[in-house]
């Protein structure tokens, strides 16, 4: 089962509500999550709704007078698995002990349910976040409460990708990171109201003028109580995996993720683009949003003009949605539909189309017909992610290998030539260039040793062990 999401969790030492301060942390990591959202404070059941975070100003305000707190935790949901439903949204509550908010995709779900299953009787819609917490408080029962230890010894049992944030019945915060870093979670502090927090993006800090202290290191273990922060390494790992996906296209453009502008590290992108194509066109034309940046690297090494020759609506209530993380077929090409070409800009040109990822081909299927459609006299489309061809078992939605367009095309074909052809006709471009690995690592700025590349590459040994595809990673 996947999630990937947004996180929050904030103390304050001054006794001040930071309810609000973590709804305004929501809004700025919705881009992480838009199916669901939750706050979560001690001996209440959490709060959960269906939809944005600002979608319902009435439900805002009640939250707003309702739930008062100096310690809470907070999360927008992308669910990959389980049902677009409230149970299956966040933060959840494991008894009357704690609530916990997950990032991340644990792969040995089948292995921890027949754990958890000695001693709850589960739900239809347990899910991986809800199987962990059940375990969790297993293993606090059995060592009286010590959660260092508990934590360490769940650790030892999970295969996966995680960021974990737990908030106890007694207003105390923990927190950790898995070993080998896949999934990012910074922590920040702010002055004012003289509080700690953990999040999944420092554009989250940004928002509530709260300052960066630093990324949280892979495997480290961190706890909030009365007395302050304190931390300690629970697990080393001697390299990491940080998800490549996350600098091209998942994270908010103005985050720093292990110390690295996501910004730049797109722009960069762009420019190796550039190195291995060179200038083809008269004009350059981002896929928006996320292609952005990369698009101004790649027009600033070419010297073409770069133009907004496409633009996402705006004002429909769901113009501001990301097509990727939508759960079924049908709404991604409705959010396709729905970025509209401008005839003067497009009519006659010869456009070079940038793009920060294949995966399905659906955007970018939608997206090529209608720039044909506003005359466009050759299309060449560059992309910034290299070819995607194997399932992601760390918390993306592509779990399986028939839904990926580029394997359906050519398989395990390995000439990146053929592999361009192949892909460009399908889509129908005149031109297609896939970014390589090398140039992607090059731009962002870390090593491939550093890096999770497993859905480019087919390796898997940043896992424990490979997992094996089930029908309960199918979205239902």
């Known amino acids: 089962m996947k999630e990937r999401c947004g996180l929050v969790g904030i103390k304050s030492y001054k006794n001040f509500n930071v309810v609000p301060k973590a709804i305004y942390c929501l809004r700025a990591l919705q881009h992480r999550g ?3 959202w939750g706050i979560a404070i001690a001996k209440r059941e959490p709060f959960r709704r269906k939809g944005l975070v600002t979608e319902n100003q ?14 809470c935790l907070a999360h927008v949901r ?21 609530s916990i908010v997950h990032n991340g995709t644990i792969c040995n779900i089948d292995e921890l349910e ?4 000695e001693d709850f009787i589960l739900p239809s819609w347990s899910n991986d976040t809800y199987l962990v917490g059940c375990r969790l408080l297993q293993l606090l029962k059995r060592n009286g409460f010590d959660w260092f230890s508990s934590l360490e010894e769940l650790v030892g049992e999970l295969n996966g990708a995680y960021s974990f944030i737990f908030l106890t019945k007694d207003n105390v915060i923990y927190a950790i990171r898995d070993e080998r870093g896949f999934r990012p979670l910074c922590l920040g502090y702010h002055e004012e109201s003289d509080s700690y927090l953990i999040v999944s993006e420092s554009c989250a800090l940004d928002v509530i003028d709260a300052n960066l202290i630093r990324d949280i290191n892979p ?6 109580d009365k007395d302050g922060l304190k931390s300690e390494q629970m697990v080393k790992s001697d390299y990491h995996a940080h998800c490549s996906f996350e600098y091209t296209y998942f994270a908010h453009p103005s985050s720093i993720i292990e110390g690295i502008s996501v910004y730049e590290a797109r722009k960069r992108v762009g420019r190796e683009l550039a190195k291995l194509y060179g200038s083809m066109g008269d004009i350059v034309i981002p896929v928006p949003d996320s292609a952005r940046p990369a698009s101004t690297g790649y027009a600033l090494e070419t010297g073409l003009p770069l133009e907004e020759g496409l633009m996402k609506d705006r004002y429909g209530k769901r113009g501001g949605l990301r097509s990727f993380i939508q759960p079924f077929q049908q709404q991604r090409i409705d959010i396709a539909k729905w970025i ?77 030539e053929k592999i361009n052809d192949k892909v460009g006709r399908e889509i129908g471009v005149d031109f297609l260039g ?26 898997y040994a940043c896992l424990k062990a490979k997992p094996k595809y089930s029908l309960r990673m199918k979205k239902i």
Do not use: W
């Open 34 to 36: 838009q199916e669901a």
């Open 58 to 71: 009435n439900v805002l305000r009640f939250v707003h007078d309702n739930y008062k707190a100096s310690t």
């Open 78 to 98: 992308y669910s990959t698995v389980g049902r677009s439903n409230l149970q299956n949204s966040q933060p959840l509550p494991i008894g009357r002990e704690f």
């Open 114 to 117: 027949s754990r958890v299953k």
């Open 219 to 224: 495997g480290e273990f961190l706890k909030l």
């Open 340 to 416: 509209t070409p401008i005839k003067r800009v497009i009519e006659n040109k010869n456009i070079v189309l940038i793009d920060d990822s294949i995966v399905r081909g659906t955007s970018s299927k939608a997206i090529v017909k209608s720039l044909r459609k506003a005359g466009a006299k050759k299309i060449s489309l560059l992309v910034t992610f290299p070819p995607i061809r194997y399932p992601c078992f760390m918390g993306i939605d592509f779990p399986t290998q028939e839904e990926l367009l580029a394997y359906k095309v050519v398989k395990e074909e390995d000439n990146i």
């Open 434 to 459: 896939y970014n390589n690995q090398k140039a992607l690592c090059k731009g962002i700025g870390m090593p491939f040793s550093e890096m999770c590349l497993s859905c480019t590459t087919g390796n």
